[in-house]
């Protein structure tokens, strides 16, 4: 009976403490974002006019919404991109941070410097990237509109193209979609890499989480790495995999030099549609809520947890 109350009593203790370390995040939600969710809501179904006395809003039902998807070419157009670019890369960023993960794993000498050497980059220099890149000052100095230009090192001619790729592939009998899918691939190679950062962190964080005793065991029975790699580590991670499928959905959906943010504040803050752009941002919103259900019907039916006692 005292071992049951003691096991009440610090059940009790870890909900009090979680409910506190989540208690910032709740009252900052409903002091600022939650205000600004029911009027974007209810700017969606108005016609909003800026006065001298302020905002006028008239409602207009669904008329906005119907603008967005019958009368707005670019909306429907930006929407269909992201989420075709979105099914293209989401892949690649999953094998690429699982791969870097799974290295810096690995027991090796000056493993600590190693991931040093590759985090610090990726942590610090992810925005300063990211701005690079919307000025165009890393990507005219990498790529070309149709090619990956990477020069020699004594100054020689190009080393390989985009298009030395995809004939390589196409010679060795590779199917038009898989060769299509691995030249876009790398041809998004610095998109990628600039967005696996915290997947990266995600997968380690699964990695050590799996007890060395499980792969002692293994190795006893003679399993290959290999085979206590898919039998072993990929199901202990598979959670992660879902985790890490979530946020790069949400990730890429929401960055701000997507087309598609951008559009929405181009409407409201430049041309001052408020109630069109508001309509739009639910759409989105929904297409994303939409996306992340359906990855959670699919992929969660594949996912292993573990039962701890």
Request: aromatic letters at 12%; proline letters at 3%; charged letters at 10%.
């Amino acid at each position: 009976m005292s071992k049951q109350h003691s096991a009440n009593r610090l059940r009790a203790k870890k909900q009090i403490a979680g409910w506190i370390f989540v208690l910032p995040f709740i009252i900052g939600f409903l002091c600022y974002f939650l205000p600004v969710i029911v009027n974007s809501l209810i700017y969606s179904f108005s016609d909003i006019k800026t006065t001298d006395a302020g905002m006028e809003t008239t409602f207009t039902g669904l008329k906005n919404f119907t603008y967005a998807i019958k009368s707005d070419t670019k909306f429907v157009q930006y929407l269909a991109t992201s989420v075709s670019t979105l099914l293209a890369n989401t892949p690649s960023i999953l094998i690429f941070s699982l791969f870097i993960a799974v290295v810096l794993n690995q027991k090796m000498p000056v493993r600590a410097a190693f991931r040093a050497i590759f985090f610090i980059p990726v942590i610090i220099a992810t925005g300063m990237i990211e701005r690079a890149d919307l000025n165009n000052a890393v990507l005219n100095n990498l790529n070309t509109a149709s090619a990956i230009d990477t020069g020699a090192l004594a100054g020689s001619s190009q080393m390989f193209s985009l298009e030395d790729i995809t004939q390589l592939l196409s010679s060795l009998n590779f199917s038009v979609t898989l060769t299509s899918y691995v030249s876009a691939a790398v041809n998004n190679i610095l998109d990628i890499v600039n967005q696996s950062g915290i997947q990266i962190l995600i997968f380690l964080a699964g990695l050590q989480s799996i007890s060395p005793a499980i792969y002692e065991s293994a190795e006893i029975e003679g399993a290959t790495a290999w085979e206590c790699f898919w039998k072993i580590t990929f199901p202990m991670i598979s959670p992660m995999i879902l985790v890490n499928l979530f946020y790069t959905i949400i990730d890429f959906f929401t960055r701000s030099s997507s087309t598609m943010m951008e559009y929405i504040h181009e409407l409201s803050f430049e041309k001052s549609l408020f109630g069109e752009a508001s309509a739009m941002s639910w759409i989105y919103f929904g297409c994303i809520a939409a996306i992340l259900a359906v990855t959670a019907l699919i992929v969660g039916r594949f996912i292993f947890y573990q039962q701890r006692d």
